[in-house]
């Protein structure tokens, strides 16, 4: 990501020169990446999740020849062989129950631009075979239909796995390793790239401020360190989100490290709530029960806010308020 200069994460309209790094493992990365935009070869970009490989991809989309052109994202994970088939190569009318009429798929789509097929590592085998002919020779039939489709695509493969593990293990066909990583391009973790984190951090809170029409200034001391020292196991995904929640729940000018959700996605200094009455005899009231049931969930879920408001039989914007609500100090 990037200095003064950086787009969110998922901005369409990245360019390389938007990066930042001062970090020589990333500045290679962006280096590799330069001369692979000015080719038309396959590329893999490997990366732990919210490390920002779709934005990579996009950027050297932008930077590329084809930029000109589309680019079609899709996610390769969990879906069926038959899904796979409609979302990638289309569809016919009456393939299948309620295709009522024709549908271009994402190889279709993409001619003459990009196509950013992420988590190609997650791909059933039988996946991987129609990726590799269409990947390979530009050909496909859609669901339906045998009459022989081309399209001219750039293909950009990623995966947070270990793709040579997988491949070593046969999880994953080697013809279409070496077919996708005509350039490889490894995208460093967060928290490999502790010197880039404090203009990382400057960039999004000064992002998150103009979103919401606040002008927060910083983070306070406290704040800073546990933001410093955190690991930061989602990176750039989880460092956007957190420091936008930040933002929303301070009330002055500065970040204080109440207003940071980590891990759990529960404000750090958030209250703990007894489960017996305390040194004075005090029963719990009913705000720390929610706080301390809300907090389970939380945790049981791994820190996921869509499944823990799932759980709660609440929405997610019902949950964000608790979450709020909980965080503030109570008036006893």
């Not at 593990?165 to 066909?173: I, V």
């Not at 002055?252 to 958030?270: Q, R």
Request: aromatic share 6%.
């Amino acid at each position: 990501m990037a200095s003064s200069r950086t787009r969110a994460y998922d901005d369409t309209s990245a360019t390389l020169a938007d990066f930042y790094t001062s970090d020589t493992s990333m500045q290679a990365c962006l280096d590799r990446a330069r001369v692979a935009a000015q080719t038309d070869l396959p590329i893999l970009i490997l990366g732990e999740s919210g490390a920002g490989k779709t934005i990579l991809a996009r950027a050297i989309h932008n930077a590329s020849q084809r930029s000109r052109g589309p680019f079609i994202s899709f996610n390769a994970a969990a879906l069926s062989d038959t899904l796979l088939d409609s979302q990638l190569f289309g569809h016919e009318r009456g393939a299948f129950t309620g295709a009522h009429q024709r549908v271009k798929g994402k190889f279709e789509l993409a001619h003459q631009g990009t196509l950013f097929l992420d988590e190609i590592a997650d791909l059933s085998p039988t996946g991987q075979s129609k990726i590799l002919r269409a990947v390979e020779y530009g050909e496909f039939e859609r669901l339906g239909s045998d009459a022989l489709q081309r399209a001219d695509v750039r293909v950009i493969s990623a995966t947070h796995l270990a793709i040579s593990t997988a491949t070593g293990e046969r999880r994953f066909r080697q013809d279409l390793f070496f077919r996708i990583s005509g350039f490889t391009l490894t995208l460093p973790s967060l928290r490999d790239r502790p010197n880039d984190l404090p203009v990382l951090l400057a960039a999004e809170i000064r992002r998150a401020s103009e979103r919401q029409g606040k002008a927060i200034v910083g983070l306070n001391r406290a704040a800073a360190n546990r933001l410093l020292a955190y690991g930061w196991p989602g990176n750039l995904r989880e460092l956007s989100t957190v420091v936008h929640a930040a933002v929303a729940l301070a009330n002055g000018d500065v970040i204080g490290e109440e207003h940071l959700m980590l891990g759990t996605g529960v404000p750090v200094a958030a209250p703990a709530a007894p489960s017996a009455p305390d040194g004075n005899g005090r029963r719990r009231t009913l705000r720390d029960a929610m706080s301390q049931h809300i907090m389970q969930v939380l945790e049981d879920v791994g820190g996921n806010k869509r499944r823990a408001a799932r759980e709660l039989g609440v929405s997610r914007a019902t949950l964000d308020r608790k979450l709020r609500e909980i965080s503030k100090p109570a008036s006893r």
